[in-house]
């Protein structure tokens, strides 16, 4: 984490540089034609081998239009970007998440889209959630592309090995069957531990399955008193086992662990356990080590009370501020989250879709997407709910949490006393300190 934040405004710095020097900038026309500039944030070789292939596909659409696509290594993307919308130029779409959407919008980096997108027939075919994510509050900073749900994916050969019939259905399950499976000797670990970018999102997940019954399900980081989920008693309960998984059944290195490390520890058959989205679905079967018989995914483990809290992140595409190819970025944005484009990126990339069409597509009802269709089926068990990802300070809680989990899991903090400075942290800025 010191290394990522040390280095993180040099790498920004040195992708705006390189940007701006690449011939005719965003803009810029060359032999009238409008070359504009996107960046990714989320990006893996998979993923961004289908975005170039989408972005080949809207190309010979439109010719008048070129595309030059930039993909940062996702644990520096997000500043990169930052960096790259507070000057001005360099980029015309981007990758906007739930969690940078807040910041992005309140710094007026990014454009809203809502006069082109009135009267796109694109909206009739977009799912409910998809149409509440792109019309926010009048506004339309993003078009999503897709939602994140956890589930776990899992080795079944492995666990059937440790002696058990099927995958846990419980964190306390989960950490049992990791220890059981865990023996370094062998390099062979029971659970990939996210112990760097994004861990703090990882330990809210177990937390909010401990006090589901109390949860306030549109916002998701608040109990039903009014009161931080972190303040509950419970949440000690959780981050203890929550660490219990991480000494006793994960890999030493997974300390520093990130998305692709997480990811990457699983699919070359080193852990058995890794809680992700559906995109990794893609990746897994793309595995040469890992056979389509040996893993699976199920239902994201459920606290004591034999619940969980599903919350259904979101990303998608924007156009900045600074673009001078406004009317050319949004056509790109339509393309990408419309039609074709939109079901072939849901699908290879393995995101829940966007499209209401997709209900009658055997794709998302078989294999690995058993687990999503599981939960959606039992909502009273897996509880969809609302985090409060969109606010100003989503990065700077961001940053917070995954320092805390680096403190918690080297020793440095107890779990009370993270959670009670997040506890702290939540009740400050809700009252606007």
């Known amino acids: 984490m010191r290394y990522r934040q040390m280095f993180a405004s040099i790498a ?11 011939g005719p900038g965003p803009a810029e026309k060359a032999n009238g034609e409008v070359k504009l500039q996107m960046v990714e944030s989320l990006t893996n070789p998979t993923r961004t081998a289908l975005l170039k292939k989408l972005i080949g596909d809207f190309e010979a659409k439109n010719s008048g239009i070129k595309v030059q696509l930039i993909s940062p290594p996702t644990n520096q993307a997000d500043q990169k970007i930052q960096q790259m919308l507070q000057s ?42 998809a149409l509440k994510v792109t019309q926010q509050g009048g506004k339309s900073y993003m078009v999503p592309y897709g939602f994140y749900g956890l589930s776990l994916f899992y080795r079944k050969d492995l666990v059937q090995q440790a002696g058990f019939s099927g995958p846990p259905k419980s964190w306390s399950e989960l950490v049992e069957q990791a220890k059981k499976i865990n023996d370094p000797a062998k390099n062979r670990y029971g659970y990939s531990f996210r112990g760097g970018l994004g861990a703090g999102g990882n330990a809210v997940a177990i937390i909010s399955g401990y006090v589901i019954d109390e949860l306030n399900h549109d916002n998701a980081f608040k109990l039903t008193n009014g ?19 991480f000494k006793n059944a994960s890999p030493k ?19 058995g356990f890794l809680l992700q989205d559906p995109e990794v679905i893609a990746t897994v079967k793309e595995s040469k080590t890992i056979k389509e018989d040996q893993w699976g995914t199920a239902p994201l483990p459920v606290g004591p009370t034999g619940k969980a809290a599903q919350p259904l992140a979101n990303a998608g595409w924007g156009v900045a501020q600074g673009s001078e190819h406004k009317a050319e970025a949004v056509k790109l944005v339509k393309f990408l989250t419309s039609g074709d484009a939109a079901m072939t990126f849901s699908k290879e ?24 269709v599981a939960m ?18 989503s990065t700077e809680w961001g940053n917070k949490s995954d320092a805390d989990v680096q403190k918690l899991i080297t020793g440095k903090a107890q779990p009370a006393d993270i959670l009670k400075g997040w506890d702290d942290y939540w009740t400050q800025k809700w009252a606007g300190k």
Do not use: H
């Open 349 to 372: 990339n393995s995101l829940v879709p966007i499209l209401k069409s997709a209900a009658d597509d055997p794709y998302f009802k078989d294999g690995p997407w058993a687990s999503y």
């Open 88 to 129: 001005g130029k360099g980029v015309d779409v981007l990758e906007v998440r739930d969690t940078t959407v807040g910041p992005f919008s309140t710094n007026k980096w990014i454009y809203d889209m809502a006069p082109e997108l009135k009267g796109w027939d694109g909206l009739s075919a977009l799912t409910e959630n």
């Open 376 to 393: 959606n089926s039992s909502p009273d068990t897996y509880i969809v709910v609302t985090q409060p990802r969109g606010v100003p300070w």
């Open 12 to 22: 920004a710095a040195a992708v705006v540089a390189a940007v701006a020097a690449c």
């Open 227 to 245: 009161k931080t989920i972190f303040s509950s008693p419970k949440a000690v309960d959780a981050l203890n086992l929550y660490l219990d998984l």
């Open 253 to 271: 290195s997974s300390v520093s662990w990130g998305y692709p490390e997480m990811v990457q520890g699983f699919t070359s058959g080193t852990t």
